[in-house]
């Protein structure tokens, strides 16, 4: 079974921070890069609490086209979007996300 190393919450900020240097410079209607997708992935379980998880995780219902087929592709507009929004959202997420749970 693959196991994703976790992320520390300054070594997602780095790559969040990265990845919105790298992408400022893809067309809208581009196609997102699957490694951006996969690094944007995988920093946000470092300060994205899990209920706010859906509004950023790129899965397959933000592919565009038929995932059976070659060629479904997410638009590097919509990371582009959504890797800001994660920017310009972390530290809000990060204390939103270690808000001790109710009964601890």
Known sequence: MHHTPLMTP???RDTIDRLSEQTAPLRRYAVAPETMIA?????LAAFVPPGKMPLFFIGKSRYVGDLARPGA????GLLRRLIEVARTDFDALLAERQ???PGQ
Not at 39 to 43: I, M
């Open 39 to 43: 690094e944007f992935n995988d920093a």
């Open 10 to 12: 300054a070594h997602a």
């Open 73 to 76: 592709f997410v638009p590097a």
């Open 99 to 101: 808000q001790p749970t």
